[in-house]
């Protein structure tokens, strides 16, 4: 595991409970090129395995 304070699991999402900011990608280094991209931080990624984005990258907002 990474010591980079990012939650990561697999399994399957529900895109309809979460209510955080999310994006599909392919590998978790597009998630964090997308977290830099959209000025916030990632603080979980989930594996759900599933082709052909089979990341899921959670983002917040940065504390004030």
Not at 1 to 30: L, V
Not at 44 to 61: H, K, R, V
């Amino acid at each position: 595991m990474k010591d980079d304070d990012i939650k990561r699991s697999q399994g399957k999402f529900d895109y309809f409970k979460e209510t955080r900011d999310w994006s599909s990608a392919a590998t978790e280094e597009r998630c964090q090129k997308l977290a830099r991209s959209k000025g916030k931080r990632l603080v979980e990624i989930i594996d759900t395995e599933d082709e052909p984005l089979p990341i899921i990258c959670i983002f917040e907002d940065y504390p004030e």
